[in-house]
């Protein structure tokens, strides 16, 4: 009789935020795959769980997956945790999960605490519906595509982002969608934690006081709203902000966000005004 998987999420700071299924089910199954035994092996000495653990993260999710596989079909029962959260949010664990379900292994979610839901539900911001988008792309040009591309997205988005790239990526929000409201969520259940809500001009400049920004950084982006009607001729509106000193490019780019516009559209039109 084959075996099972569980995909156990486990605290994301605070070790007492932990389900008693999931303690219960990590001290019974034969072998635990972690993405760092180190730091899992943290949580199950503070719950006096004894189980053998072996490593499974970026770097050889795949050879493990074919490993723990036959294992499973086998008769092992394997619980699958991430160092922090549900395992296989912008977490290793996919081709594990697929191996199992294609063995015809039975799969069983432990659900738990997650750093996306814990935001969101602090954050202030709207919830009827939300989007995860894992973690923005470090290439600035990449960045910037991402958040063009939510632009018009009626719904709360969440990125995880790096201390070290946060400042730049609120710059790089601030410049893709203007004053859209946005809350940092920092060191989340942990004894720092913080929410830095306000503009993405507002929060960086709050950050930006600061020596460092340290932590674990969730990055919550309110939904667009309906832009405000503007009978100001696109010509004029794009002429009036490079007066004031914005270049020509990124004033196009705002003309067409407050109108609710893609820039193309506004470019066009730009090049078929009638010239004096």
């Not at 503070?46 to 053998?52: N, Q, V």
């Given at each position: 009789m084959p075996g099972r998987l569980y995909v156990v999420a486990?605290?994301?700071?605070?070790?007492?935020?932990?389900?008693?299924?999931?303690?219960?089910?990590?001290?019974?199954?034969d072998l635990i795959a972690c993405e760092d035994t180190r730091q899992t092996r943290k949580l199950l000495d503070?719950?006096?769980?004894?189980?053998?653990a072996v490593s499974y993260h970026d770097h050889n999710e795949s050879e493990r997956a074919e490993e723990l596989?036959?294992?499973?079909?086998?008769?092992?029962?394997?619980?699958?945790?991430?160092?922090?959260?549900?395992?296989?949010?912008?977490?290793?664990?996919?081709?594990?999960?697929?191996?199992?379900?294609?063995?015809?292994?039975?799969?069983?979610?432990?659900?738990?605490?997650?750093a996306t839901l814990a935001a969101l539900s602090a954050s202030g911001l709207p919830t009827d519906a939300f989007r995860f988008g894992g973690f923005l792309p470090h290439k600035p040009g990449q960045r910037t595509r991402v958040l063009e591309a939510?632009?018009?997205?009626?719904?709360?988005?969440?990125?995880?982002?790096?201390?070290?790239?946060?400042?730049?990526?609120?710059?790089?929000?601030?410049q893709a969608l203007g004053e859209r409201p946005v809350v940092v969520a920092r060191e989340l259940t942990k004894f720092h934690e913080e929410f830095v809500r306000g503009?993405?001009?507002?929060?960086?400049?709050?950050?930006?006081?600061?020596?460092?920004v340290k932590g674990e950084i969730t990055l919550l982006i309110g939904k667009a709203v309906?832009?405000?009607?503007?009978?100001?001729?696109?010509?004029?509106?794009?002429?009036?902000?490079?007066?004031?000193?914005?270049?020509?490019?990124?004033?196009?780019?705002?003309?067409?966000r407050r109108r609710g516009l893609p820039k193309r559209e506004v470019y066009d039109q730009l090049l078929n005004s009638p010239k004096e």
């Open positions: 486990t605290p994301i700071g605070n070790l007492e935020d932990i389900t008693y299924r999931a303690v219960r089910v990590l001290g019974e199954v503070h719950y006096g769980i004894r189980k053998p596989a036959p294992k499973m079909l086998a008769g092992a029962s394997i619980a699958l945790v991430s160092d922090a959260g549900e395992p296989l949010v912008s977490d290793p664990g996919y081709r594990l999960v697929r191996a199992a379900i294609e063995g015809g292994i039975p799969v069983y979610p432990i659900p738990g605490p997650s939510i632009a018009e997205e009626h719904a709360t988005v969440i990125f995880y982002e790096s201390p070290q790239r946060i400042l730049e990526t609120l710059e790089a929000v601030e503009t993405a001009a507002e929060v960086r400049a709050r950050l930006a006081e600061r020596d460092s309906a832009p405000a009607h503007d009978d100001t001729p696109i010509e004029e509106a794009v002429n009036a902000l490079e007066l004031a000193g914005v270049p020509r490019m990124d004033a196009i780019k705002q003309v067409a």
